[in-house]
C-alpha cells in the first residue's frame, strides 16, 4: 500500500505562482515513477508532469516551459512548480504513483482544487 498526500493548492491570481507537494508513505521503495494529473470540470485526467526513480522527467506541452517536476532526496515528496498561471490551469490536481507490480498498480492522492482567478 501507498498513501499519497497532497498540499497546496488554493486561490491563485493569474499569472502567479503555484507549488504543490505530495508527500508518499507505504511502499515507497516500491515505486518507480510518481506524476501530477488534474481534472478539469466535463474533461478527462491529463498528465502533466513525471518524475522516474531514476530522475528522469517528462512534461505535458500544456504545462512545459512554465513547470517543474522535482522531489527531495528521501524520494518520499514530489512537488509540483508552476509559474504563469492560467484560468485554464484551474482544475483538481491530483498526485499519482505507479508501481511496477505484478499486476502493476496506480495510487492516488485525494487531489487538491486548484482555482485560478483572472
Known amino acids: 500500500q501507498v498513501q499519497l498526500v497532497e498540499s497546496g493548492g488554493g486561490l491563485v491570481q493569474a499569472g502567479g505562482p503555484l507549488r504543490l507537494s505530495c508527500a508518499a508513505s507505504?511502499?515507497?521503495?516500491?515505486?518507480?515513477?510518481m506524476g501530477w494529473y488534474r481534472q478539469a470540470p466535463g474533461k478527462q485526467r491529463e498528465l502533466l508532469a513525471s518524475?522516474?526513480?531514476?530522475?528522469?522527467?517528462r512534461y505535458a506541452d500544456s504545462v512545459k516551459g512554465r513547470s517543474t517536476i522535482s522531489r527531495d532526496n528521501a524520494k518520499t515528496t514530489v512537488y509540483l512548480q508552476m509559474n504563469s498561471l492560467k484560468p485554464e490551469d484551474t482544475a483538481v490536481y491530483y498526485c499519482?504513483?505507479?508501481?511496477?507490480?505484478?499486476?502493476?498498480?496506480?495510487?492516488w492522492g485525494q487531489g487538491t482544487q486548484v482555482t485560478v482567478s483572472s
Open positions: 518524475i522516474t526513480r531514476g530522475g528522469n522527467t
Open positions: 499519482n504513483a505507479f508501481l511496477p507490480s505484478t499486476p502493476p498498480f496506480n495510487y
Open positions: 507505504g511502499r515507497i521503495f516500491s515505486i518507480s515513477s
